[in-house]
């Protein structure tokens, strides 16, 4: 999760002098880099490959019509253009990354080593499965692992994200519930203020209606809001709850909510973004969970890779095992077998998701990452992950305002109280930009004024906190104050403050020739 | 803990500034009935780096991979080439360690890249706009109908007969739970024309794809012609995205919405994932596009920049009002494409693709001159379907214990397809003459 | 080759104005970073290791009685140790580095991916030779093209790098003059003045005396004076001459020289670090060399890993070759075999300069690169790079002041003679940096007043070369009309100027505990 | 071709700024009877990445790896375990394609790590300094022994008769071109503190190593009093860097000079380089280095930075006068060096360390119970001799039928010390327990 900035598109305001200029555009190790489209030339390219023989075709005349008029780089100049971009980009590998709801932490590069053994990365999905016997075994491996960390029977690895997840989850509960006639009559689900947008989106997404309940004043779902919900409707098809919460709270009524829906008819969804507070420490299975997608790219550290991909093998309860999605995986005396088609076993299964079997690519990361923890590293994660936003609330809470009472889970949620008028959340997080770090998570969740997200992960030390929490101070000491510098930052960042107003008003998605002068001046 | 800085030094000096006794004590809310206490069981216990590197290199032996021997394995993915710097680029840390570009200003990395990216999508598939990717090409598929449905306010779709299997499944998937109809067309080697006849004024869009699953090529534009008169929407569907180099793309046959699979370009194998799922439509349609939009516009210096854009869209900002549920994508998968892109340029990218074909055409004439062979696809670009007297189940089996990967049999995607006997076989600019000799020759032996 | 700084060490003049300071020491995305043994902890630790058995040892007592007492780091912390100091550095990947007599040319990504392959990386060098037969071969076919290449019929393919080439030829060339008989009387190896500083100091590590010869107007060997002193001495063992030289010209007289050389029963060592200009083109073997050492890390693209390791295979002339040292390769009908002992077909070996068997990850990466370029590609890259060097002659000949007059080779030779009064070599390298570039070699070769050396190599685009040119011609007028803000250069990169005098006065090189404040204070 | 950037255009346009006709025209200097006009016969023409690929996988598929079995040969390179993130680090671009730091304003990256080298190497040694690298141990001993004669001013070295053969070889060769004398005792498994007994007064060093070639662990504060007596210099050398975490380092031995082979940390087999010379000495010394030193000093605003150094000493500057020819050294291997020490810590050397010891004795134990086996290392780290009743090269062919890669011959090392028998046999924490048991079924089939 990043940021909401509903109806806060930045338009930066103006600030005065730039650092002197140079000829170049660079400026010592920063780099200026224009657009492959401005610097490679259309008959250039950085493959060699053989000359065709010019044989006959069989395309039947399906032939294209105009050029591909794209530019090539040589290797060189690629290779260039990439590292220099991303010298433009902030990293988990350069430094603190505490974005609320994302779970930014180390990705060991053992994983990516593994991910490309060839054995992995060179099979093909639909290669006959006596030839990735070991794919299949990775898959159950992990499978397994996932199945034992949440104390659920069953678990779809197809999902290719979290909200794919979330979707696996919420099409099982369609299934059950068309299973037991009552698709069409109930259509209602919970789904509180506080939550990921992608909950109310995937729940729309699959048919659903969506009713929002309160938060109350810990932060956690409101009961008596609950309670009211359930007596006055008769559709209920379930609840998205996440745990811990998006304000990074347990919630703690789960069992009751959990009995609550059930005994209303309805499935509980879990939204397992943020298992790595509780890994190793609670099962999600003890709470009452019908399905929960958990984020490989989160808690099991597949990297972000800058918006993906992520993998969300989506957990089961008995009830909905059955309308699980196919393909899955099963094991007998030959050895490992795809279920692919919906017939026996999986003759309740509700559908297919996806082509091919999932993330294949996550997973091999995914399992190499709880081999090298183990059952033990895993709880210790899980700790070390909440007693580093503890600190931080500690370190922060009396020159910030925390949004709610108490200990956090992984992440410490702040409000923008003590910010001067004037100050927005925004601003803060751009002046620590400039301090070397990436903003918390922004305006969200939407329960809380100018809402501050941080979440720190197990991966940082206590240096690393401090001297962020240090830098944090300063910041919100400065909006505390009031200091108008605040609306210039970031000041040292590649860019400054970007226009988001003018990029959504006069949309420019792609790049275009530019248009000859001539032409132009007419 | 290798991953784990915190000394315990650190921690009781923590705990300390914290005020609390020990990490239990940020574990009150649960449940005591919920808490574990001591280990998980069943699971095992941590271990070094050589010792999980040799359970995964153990697993991985267990693997034949595509490059073992002669390999003809397709249908959807494709055993393509990839340049040694595009996986030294997707391993820069800042592009890997790094989130969904949300503060654009320390971000202008990926988002230079994306703009890039959506570029070369929207030049190659010849559309005016593409986003930043989505999971996959069946996704997008799913995706591309529900959008035309919310563009055109209709409730129905119709499937081609050469539409990947899998695509059709997740696009009826996603279209019913919505309340969609779905028709789909029997399965057929040469039928996308036949989306035309299928068209009336409750359609949102027709789903046709090019080359379809068993390899066809299809000038899709009188299917176009029949969608517009009838207000309803051309869906254009390719899974081999390298065809878009050589094959009619689907801007020039009147497309309004393209997706298609984009593993081709940069992206390996890996048993089927991740890959990137390419979605582009006309202009008009941009405000009812799923995923990321990465825009052009100036910083606080009038300096160009880049930022996502239009997220009004998207469910961080919409929410239940969203054009999809959709937050990550496959923003490294997209990386991997565009920078194999880059290095292609257009000249070498209608290079390679005229390479595949020409492979696949020596493929077919060597096979056809196998007795009792019968190339089924009329027209194609680097895969086709074919026949032989024998099943398909046993004819790979034979092949395979000669050291072919033979191809895929239909009925593994077509179950009711009636296809027993019919093989899809792929060749691409990694198929060498010998690999074809090979597999004419096993063919032989065992038909 | 990179900076001659004789007499010049680096003490900075101070200057004005920092850019406003952090709380946190980093700016935007610029990372403060600093030592491991300020952030590191000494009981932490970045792998997993089994726990010992804590078994009877065989030491007998020969333990180690200190700890080591280093700080580890978790790999987290590793990682963004090293990653954050790497954007400190300035490298090919990210721009132009028209190091002269570096060859900084582009590294594809396609040999280190070869280097990395088990069967390269993973092979002991000791293992039986059966056991590694494809090392061997690969070994005999870079030789087969080092061979083709330049035209001589041997090479020595152990030497570690440039300077240990030089020293197996001159080696070679005493062992040729034992077996005459005159390697007691025969000492005097004749150096011109601009010779890269390696040339005289291998010589004198082989046991020669250093005779300097001078260059001509031209920028060549002086005739002259060569015949005056091959006229005047007796005792001449060889010549050492770089060719293409070190101010980037072709050795006009080098045949005739080669011709003197034998005739006053001397050998001809020739540095072929800058074999780039002429590979392809011009066969060294066809000059009269007798051995010449090629940088694999220059001309084909080993990369320089910010120091080495580099590779230097020598070739030798028949002459040399029975003097060639051990281990080689051979090849019959069993297959490929190493000649290590000194004795049969090696008896005359000069003897054995290294462990094993010479740089073999330098090796696949030189292989992969001539495969990929071919015979074709390799004349091109000479041709491409002496083109682009000329066009930076050409561009900026008006503006700064060409050491000699023509065509250059590979590399284009300035003076300092256009800068005004005051402003030195050094002031235009410093701003450059901040332009974005790596600066040239300076003051190097001896022979040129306030040398400015600048190699472009062959994977410079146009554009690039444009670019660069640009803010040289910037950096250049302001030289010459006495900009003082030269001497702050640079300003934009991690550090200003450097107290090189300072470091040199109190050498600081490692790093030590502080003093704890009490003791200090006593 | 993928390397070059120049278009034909952008060719004759430069041709054209610089007026001259076409490139010909540059090499008008060389002799017309040595251009080479036209191809250069008996090489390929440039390839595709795809086959020089495949070529290059061809041959690195005839070698056995240390990977495929059991694996026992050291005597100088020694199997360990790199951490995959070292390679990553060392693949950084502004690692891998920088220069030498000659502008220490954009190369700090390249000199902390250089200083934090320095600082391990001098702490892990027990020594004053540490240079920032040399080629390899072999070259780095020799320059040791050169510059022992400098300081000295004496012309006379003595190698210990368990001094690694090849570094041996290579100070031999580098003395007595400069005409040093070399005295070398006779090979001896267990006879480091022979040297005691030749040191006189025109000895400028003497050379022991431990743990030496047949893994025997020394303590030679015995030889370095007996040289220090005689104004003499002790060089003690290793070629297992890891055993500086169990056995009594050179520095509590008195060296005055420390050298040795840091291949063991972060660097792969490689076949026997790259690797990483390590060089260390006394403070008093330090002015009569070889190679590059890294130092610390300040930037003009007055913070902390780093800078080669003390650059008098070197070729670069002095020249005829320099301590020796090196200019190239070994960089990037020290980056990996340093980058895995850090990972490891002291407290994680000294336990990896530790475990390779006692992996080593279990092996002892194992094939010292085979019938006919004798150890003949009395103290070791984790290598060690031992004698069979057979030819070695006899055995170590048969184990390799089996799969066992045994070690070293002996007589492959020192042809005429009449060892015809001897193995030289090491174990490392990549060695498991059925690795060894495979070694001790084997071998007691083979003898
Ligand atoms: C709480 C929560 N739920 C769901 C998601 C969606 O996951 P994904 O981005 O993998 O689709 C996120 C991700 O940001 C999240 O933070
Ligand atoms: C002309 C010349 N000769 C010799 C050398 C020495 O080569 P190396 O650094 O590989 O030892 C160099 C390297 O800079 C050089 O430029």
Known sequence: MGMQTIGRPTTPVAVAGSNGGT??????????????????????????????????????????????????????????????????????????????????KHNPRLNEKAARMAGFADIHPMQPQRTVQGALELIDELATWLKTLTGMPAVAMSPKAGAHGELCGMLAIRQALIARGEAATRKRVLVPASAHGTNPATAIQCGFIVDEIKADARGRVDMDDLKAKLETTDDIAGIMLTNPNTCGLFETDMKDIADLIHEAGGYFYCDGANFNAIVGRVRPGDLGVDAMHINLHKTFSTPHGGGGPGSGPTVLSEALAPFAPVPYVIKDED?????????????????????????????VRALTYMLSHGADGLKQVAEDAVLNANYIQARMKDIMTPAFD?????????????????????????????????????????????AMLVEPTETESKQELDRFCDALTGVANKAAAGDPSLKGAPYFAPKKRLDETQAARKPILKWTPPVPEAIAAE | ???????????????????????????????QSARLDGQIHGLPDHQGE??????????????T????????????????????????????????????????????????????????VAEMTAMDVANASMYDGSTACAEAAVMACRVTRRKKVVLSGGLHPHYAAATRLLCEAQGIEVIELPPAIDGELEL??????????????????????????????????????????????????????????????????????????????????????????VRQMPGRLCGETVDADGERGFVLTLSTREQHIRRDKATSNICTNSGLCALAFTSHMTLLGGAGFEQLAQLNHETACDLADALEAVPGVKILTPRFFNEFAFETPVDAEA?????????????????????????????????????????????????????
Not at chain 1, 64 to 77: F, H, I, M, N, Q
Not at chain 2, 65 to 93: C, E, L, N, W
Not at chain 2, 260 to 271: A, D, H, R, Y
Not at chain 2, 420 to 446: P, R, S
């Open chain 2, 1 to 31: 803990m290798r991953y784990l800085p915190l000394t315990p030094e650190d921690r009781s000096a923590m705990l300390n500034t914290i005020g609390a006794a020990s990490v239990d004590d940020f574990y009150q809310d649960v449940p």
């Open chain 1, 335 to 363: 050895g490992f077998h795809l279920v692919e088609d919906i017939e026996g076993e999986a003759a309740n299964a509700f559908g297919r998701m996806v082509a091919f079997h999932g993330q294949m690519g996550m997973f």
């Open chain 1, 23 to 104: 000829i170049s555009g660079s400026k010592g190790l920063q780099q200026r880099e224009d657009l492959i489209f401005e610097v490679g030339a259309l008959d250039k390219t950085g493959v060699d490959l053989p000359t065709p023989k010019g044989r006959k075709d069989r395309l039947g005349g399906v032939a294209r019509k105009t050029d591909v008029a794209l530019p090539g780089l040589s290797e060189p100049e690629a290779v260039r253009h990439y590292v220099r971009l991303s010298q433009k980009n902030y990293a988990i590998d350069l430094g603190l990354f505490p974005l609320g709801s994302c779970t930014m």
């Open chain 2, 65 to 120: 991979t595509a490059s073992d021997g002669p390999f003809f394995v397709g249908a959807g993915a494709y055993k393509h080439h990839v340049p040694a710097s595009v996986d030294m680029i997707i391993q820069r840390s800042e592009f890997l360690t790094t989130y969904t570009p949300y503060q654009p200003e320390i971000a202008q990395g990926t988002l230079q890249t994306l703009f890039e990216f959506q570029t070369q």
């Open chain 2, 196 to 285: 035309a006849k299928h068209v009336d004024d409750a359609t949102a869009c027709i789903i046709g794809q090019s080359p379809n699953v068993f390899g066809t090529v299809t000038d899709l534009s009188p299917v176009a012609d029949a969608a517009h008169d009838k207000k309803a929407l051309l869906v254009s569907v390719f899974t081999e995205a390298v065809s878009l180099g050589l094959v009619t793309p689907p801007g020039e046959m009147g497309a309004d919405i393209a997706v298609g699979e984009g593993q081709s370009i940069g992206n390996p194998l890996t048993f089927g994932g991740p890959y990137v799922g390419l979605f582009a439509c006309t202009q008009k349609l």
């Open chain 1, 406 to 450: 108490g200990y956090c889970m992984h992440e410490a949620l702040f409000s923008d109280a003590f910010a001067a008028e004037g100050v927005e959340t925004i601003d803060i997080a751009k002046a620590l930009i400039d301090e070397g770090y990436h903003p918390m998570t922004m305006y969200f969740p939407l329960v809380v004024h100018g």
């Open chain 2, 395 to 447: 004819v790979l089996a034979m092949l395979e214990e000669r050291g072919v990967l033979g191809g895929v049999r239909a009925s593994r995607l077509v179950p009711d397809g009636d296809m027993g006997n019919v093989i899809i076989a792929a060749a691409t600019e990694c198929t060498t003459q010998d690999d074809i000799a090979a597999y004419a020759a096993a063919l032989k032996e065992v038909i």
């Open chain 2, 50 to 63: 050589l010792a999980v590197e040799r359970h995964m290199a153990r697993l991985a032996a267990k693997n």
